[in-house]
């Protein structure tokens, strides 16, 4: 077995035993793991309260080189998120990004990229802004694992598009031209600031920081929640608790 260490997000725990916890942790270094911490129930262990939901920690881990669990041997907390103790709406979005992580990402497939954001995520969450953050984060776990939607250009001919004729599907992997609309069944319209917005949201910067209106807000929580509910192939349980 090998020792490992890393920087690690909870996502989820379980019982397992009356003493031993499972944990999911989403680790900067080696992407998400699955470790049993014996001795983890108890009130005094080498984990101290460091197994908690959404905190970050410093692990020490034995990796099994078989399909069994991890053995997590170490835990210290490093940073806890304070803001989503009184801040019932971005606790919901801090969920919803533990929930994108468990289930859209796989075992040992490290994205050094997509953990900073998801740390930058939490961070940050919190008051009016909390929508388009966690769009900002959707945008970056879609770019990272491979699946952003087509914004430049027809996702189903390579075409361009003209602003005032603009659509966008999920089945059809983002924006389509008019001769393209028609052959998804999906297919709806996308208004020329929402598309804009999301070619923003797709580069590099803050540009979740700056004011949006409210239709935008709302288009964009459709479109990404439909898109990634299309990827899954399930609706993400904590979606309806996001507001826009």
């Not at 776990?141 to 659509?167: N, T």
């Not at 069944?185 to 600031?193: G, Q």
């Not at 459709?222 to 898109?227: F, I, M, P």
């Amino acid at each position: 077995m090998l020792t490992e260490k890393a920087t690690a997000l909870v996502l989820r725990t379980t019982d397992w035993s009356e003493s031993s916890r499972i944990a999911t942790l989403w680790t900067r270094e080696f992407g998400k793991v699955r470790v049993l911490a014996k001795g983890g129930r108890r009130l005094k262990s080498n984990f101290e309260n460091a197994l908690d939901l959404l905190t970050l920690c410093r692990i020490v881990f034995l990796r099994k080189s078989s399909d069994s669990l991890d053995l997590l041997t170490e835990a210290q907390v490093i940073q806890r998120f304070p803001r989503l103790r009184t801040d019932l709406t971005a606790l919901y979005a801090a969920y919803y990004v533990a929930e994108l992580l468990m289930e859209g990402t796989r075992d040992y497939d490290p994205h050094p990229l997509l953990f900073d954001e998801a740390l930058e995520t939490l961070q940050t969450l919190g008051g009016p802004e909390c929508g388009p953050r966690v769009a900002r984060f959707e945008m970056v776990l879609l770019r990272e694992l491979g699946y952003s939607p087509v914004l430049d250009h027809c996702a189903g001919c390579g075409g361009s598009v003209v602003e005032a004729e603009l659509a966008f599907s999920a089945l059809g992997n983002g924006v389509l031209c008019r001769r393209c609309r028609g052959s998804q069944r999906d297919s709806r319209p996308l208004a020329p600031s929402t598309w804009r917005t999301l070619q923003e949201l797709a580069a590099p910067g803050d540009a979740w920081r700056r004011p949006w209106s409210a239709e935008v807000r709302a288009e964009v929580r459709q479109l990404l929640g439909q898109y990634l509910t299309c990827l899954l192939g399930r609706r993400p349980r904590l979606l309806s608790y996001l507001g826009s």
